[in-house]
C-alpha cells in the first residue's frame, strides 16, 4: 500500500510539474506578447492562486464545481488543483527571469532581423529559465510535498494510504515516521535530479542568445 501511495504521490507531482510549467510559459509569453491588458489579466490570476490557501482552490474544484455541473474524480481534481497552483508561482517565478534580461539584448535580437517570437523565445525566455531554474525547481519540489494535501479529496496517495494504514493498525507513530522518512527520500531525489537536469540543458542555454547578448553589450 505504502508503495502504491509513493508511485501515485511521483505522478502527481510530474503531471503537475509538467502541465504547471506548460501552463506558466504560455501565460509568461501572453503577458509579454498580448500587451498591457493581458498583464492584467495575468497578475490577476497570479494573486487569486498565491493568495488563498491551496486546500481551498482543491476543494473549489472538487466540492464547487459539481454546483455548475462540472463533476471530477479525487485524482482530477488533484491534478487540476496542483497545475492551477503551481502555473502562478512559476509564472512569477519565470517573469522576474524575464525582467532580468537587458533591453539591449532585446534590441539587438531585433537587429539580427529575428521575429517577435523569436526574441521571445531565444532571447528572453531560454536565457531566463537559466537564471531562475534553481527557484523552480525548490517550486517543484514544494509542490510535491503539497500533494499531500490531495488526500482530503480521497486520494491515496502516501499521505492518504498512511491514513487508511494507520486507522487499520492503529500505529501512529511508525506509520507516520515511515512516511515521513519517504517523503525526505522523495524531496531529496526530485532535488538532486532537477539539479542534474539544470546542469544538462542549461550550460549551454543558447549560442544565439550569447550572440545578441555580446551584440547588446557592445551598443
Known amino acids: 500500500m505504502i508503495l502504491n501511495g509513493v508511485m501515485l504521490t511521483i505522478a502527481l507531482s510530474f503531471g503537475a510539474i509538467v502541465l504547471g510549467l506548460a501552463l506558466a510559459i504560455l501565460l509568461t509569453a501572453f503577458r509579454s506578447l498580448a500587451g498591457s491588458w493581458a498583464g492584467y489579466v495575468v497578475d490577476a490570476y497570479v494573486e487569486l492562486m498565491r493568495n488563498t490557501p491551496f486546500l481551498v482552490q482543491l476543494f473549489m ?5 459539481p454546483q455548475l455541473g462540472i463533476r471530477m474524480t479525487g485524482l482530477e481534481a488533484s491534478i487540476l488543483a496542483m497545475t492551477l497552483n503551481l502555473a502562478a508561482y512559476a509564472t512569477e517565478i519565470i517573469r522576474a527571469g524575464v525582467d532580468s534580461i537587458h533591453k539591449s539584448q532585446i534590441e539587438a535580437g531585433m537587429a ?29 519540489v514544494l509542490m510535491m510535498l503539497a500533494s499531500s494535501i490531495c488526500s482530503f479529496v480521497s486520494v491515496q496517495e502516501l499521505s492518504g494510504t498512511a491514513a487508511i494504514i494507520e ?42 542568445a550569447r550572440v545578441t547578448e555580446a551584440h547588446g553589450e557592445a551598443a
Do not use: C
Open 167 to 208: 486507522q487499520d493498525t492503529f500505529r501512529s507513530f511508525e506509520t507516520y515516521i515511515i512516511v515521513t522518512v519517504l517523503y525526505l527520500v522523495l524531496a531529496l531525489s526530485l532535488k538532486l535530479f532537477l539539479n542534474w537536469l539544470g546542469h544538462k540543458i542549461f550550460p549551454q542555454v543558447s549560442g544565439l
Open 112 to 140: 539580427l532581423a529575428m521575429s517577435k517570437r523569436q526574441v521571445f523565445q531565444y532571447v528572453v525566455l531560454q536565457p531566463a529559465f537559466a537564471r531562475v531554474w534553481p527557484a523552480l525547481s525548490s517550486q517543484f
Open 61 to 65: 474544484i472538487f466540492f464547487g464545481l
